[in-house]
């Protein structure tokens, strides 16, 4: 199969990562090539080249979970790539395991996942607020947002559930549309240092969504009563809860470099500044799963010894 036929083999959206790959590939036939969602390099690529600082690894964006699955069989699908090392990495979402042990999974919703959990704020605290487990004021934060994201959880049940219900349907074959990349989680709740309030509704959510199929509201509490038993922080959509994390460390920055803050003891100055490229400003903080170790590690040893056998 020569190039041409190889990029006509790809098709629509991802015919672009592939053609990135084959590019890549002619100039660096030993490098590592990791497919992945979107800008998820922001996350995997520091934590990656931390386990086999060897290698030299190229991150190509495949446009989506989906981009990623396709590029995925293409590939393994041309024996003239069996020596090249591929790694291909997905969100888990609200969808089935995959069980490919060639794909990595995030054992959550989303890499943004793991960024909003308990250690990562403690990070956080102890990095740049220069607070420790001495301090009063690193327990009183840490409370608040133990507290907030608690509340954060309550208020977001719903749309939560809502998403799932969706994605239900899609999986039975039944076309619906939900947008959710124009959906600002600002339009859903107001997080403050006080508490966090929600502003949307069953009804509203009808109105946020005019394209989508019908949810009824039994089908919808269904899925909340399912929800009971699982780690929301975990599950819940990975950029909610990365949009809490966010607002919280920016309110509590805010605070603390006030003269008489409302949560802290006394002014603690800080610089910390986010925007909207949070995934690599605060990767460093970041939960580190032992899965991503293995994953890797097996995958580029498997090469290495299909290498020698060959």
Known sequence: MDHLEKLRASRDKE????????????????AV????????????AAKIESIEPSYKYHFINSKGKEGVLKLFRLITGISEYDLIKTLYFVDRDFDELIDNPHIYETPCYSIENLYTTKNTICRVLQREFQLDETDDDYYTALHAFSTHQSEFHDAMDQINAWIACHRDLSKQGITTRLNLSDLNPSNLVTVSLTGVTQKYS?????????????IDQETLENKLRSFRSIDRQKWYRGKFELFFFKKFIEILSEDSNRRHPFLFSTKRKNQLQLSANVLSELSQYAEFPECLRTYVKRIISQDQLQEAIM
């Open 202 to 214: 069953f009804d509203s959510l009808i109105e946020m969504f005019p394209h989508a199929a019908e």
């Open 15 to 30: 015919s672009v990562s592939y053609k990135r790959f084959m590019e890549l590939l002619e100039r660096n036939k030993d």
């Open 33 to 44: 090539f990791c497919f992945v969602e979107g800008e998820d390099s922001k996350y995997y």
